[in-house]
C-alpha cells in the first residue's frame, strides 16, 4: 500500500483495514488504497459531477440556512464538473472527509480489476473485500442495498454524519477545523 494514501485515516480504522487487504494478499488477492483522506474541495467535484445547476444552487441554498458556510462556500468554489455519477454525500457529508473510508483497486496480474464476475484465486476481489471488511467490523460499500460502491470501505456503519447525529453546522465547524 502507498503510505500517502493511508496519511489522514483514523488511527483504528487504517489498523482494521491493513490487517483485511494483509488477509486478503495472504489469500492471494491484491488489493491496493487508491482514495483514503478526501479534501472537502474533492468531494465537492465528485458531487457536482452530474448536478444541474439548480441542484447546487439548491445544496448550496440548503447548506448557507443549516448554518454551514464553509461547506457551501466549498461547493460554490469548486465551480461547474462534468462526468458520470459518482456520489450522493455533498462535501463534509463523506466519511472520506473524516479519515474513516476509503476506496481500494482490485490489481490482478499488474492490471486493474472492475469486474464482480471475474474470479482469481477462487475469489472476486471486491466480493472477498465486502467479506473481510465485514467481518473486521468495518462497513463495506459492496453490501450496501442502494447504490452499491465496492471499492468503499469505511469504518461506521451509518451512510454519513449527518445519520451519525450531526448536525450540518457541527459538520461544518469540524471540517473548517480540519481542512482550513
Same mark, same amino acid.
Given at each position: 500500500?502507498?503510505? &500517502?494514501?493511508?496519511? %489522514?485515516l483514523?488511527?483504528?480504522?487504517? %489498523?482494521?483495514?491493513? +490487517?483485511?487487504? +494483509? #488477509?486478503?494478499? @495472504?489469500?492471494?488477492?491484491?488489493?491496493?488504497?487508491?482514495?483514503?483522506?478526501?479534501?472537502?474541495?474533492?468531494? =465537492?467535484? *465528485?458531487?457536482?459531477?452530474?448536478? =444541474?445547476?439548480?441542484?447546487?444552487?439548491?445544496?448550496?441554498?440548503? *447548506?448557507?440556512?443549516?448554518g =454551514?458556510?464553509? *461547506?457551501?462556500?466549498?461547493?460554490?468554489?469548486?465551480?461547474?464538473?462534468?462526468?458520470?455519477?459518482?456520489?450522493?454525500?455533498? !462535501? %463534509?457529508? &463523506?466519511?472520506?472527509?473524516? %479519515?474513516?473510508?476509503? @476506496?481500494?483497486?482490485?490489481?490482478?496480474?499488474?492490471?486493474?480489476?472492475?469486474? *464482480?464476475?471475474?474470479?482469481?484465486?477462487?475469489?472476486? +476481489?471486491?466480493?472477498?473485500?465486502?467479506? $473481510?471488511?465485514?467481518?473486521? +467490523?468495518?462497513?463495506?460499500?459492496?453490501?450496501?442495498?442502494?447504490?452499491? #460502491?465496492? !471499492?468503499?470501505?469505511?469504518?461506521?456503519?451509518?451512510?454519513?454524519?449527518?445519520?451519525?447525529?450531526? &448536525?450540518? $453546522?457541527?459538520?461544518?465547524? =469540524?471540517?473548517r477545523?480540519?481542512?482550513?
Amino acid at each position: 500500500m502507498m503510505e &500517502s494514501r493511508l496519511d %489522514g485515516l483514523e488511527p483504528r480504522f487504517r %489498523g482494521a483495514l491493513e +490487517g483485511v487487504i +494483509g #488477509d486478503l494478499r @495472504d489469500d492471494g488477492i491484491e488489493l491496493r488504497v487508491t482514495v483514503g483522506l478526501r479534501r472537502p474541495e474533492e468531494q =465537492a467535484r *465528485l458531487w457536482r459531477q452530474s448536478r =444541474a445547476r439548480e441542484e447546487v444552487e439548491a445544496a448550496v441554498r440548503h *447548506l448557507r440556512q443549516a448554518g =454551514a458556510y464553509y *461547506l457551501a462556500e466549498v461547493l460554490v468554489d469548486c465551480g461547474p464538473c462534468h462526468g458520470p455519477p459518482v456520489t450522493k454525500a455533498l !462535501p %463534509g457529508l &463523506s466519511w472520506h472527509q473524516w %479519515g474513516e473510508a476509503a @476506496d481500494c483497486l482490485w490489481i490482478v496480474n499488474g492490471v486493474a480489476e472492475w469486474s *464482480l464476475t471475474r474470479v482469481v484465486a477462487r475469489d472476486n +476481489g471486491y466480493l472477498a473485500l465486502a467479506r $473481510k471488511a465485514e467481518a473486521a +467490523g468495518l462497513t463495506p460499500g459492496g453490501l450496501w442495498r442502494r447504490f452499491p #460502491d465496492f !471499492p468503499h470501505v469505511q469504518m461506521r456503519p451509518e451512510a454519513s454524519p449527518l445519520m451519525a447525529g450531526l &448536525s450540518l $453546522k457541527a459538520i461544518d465547524e =469540524a471540517m473548517r477545523a480540519r481542512f482550513e
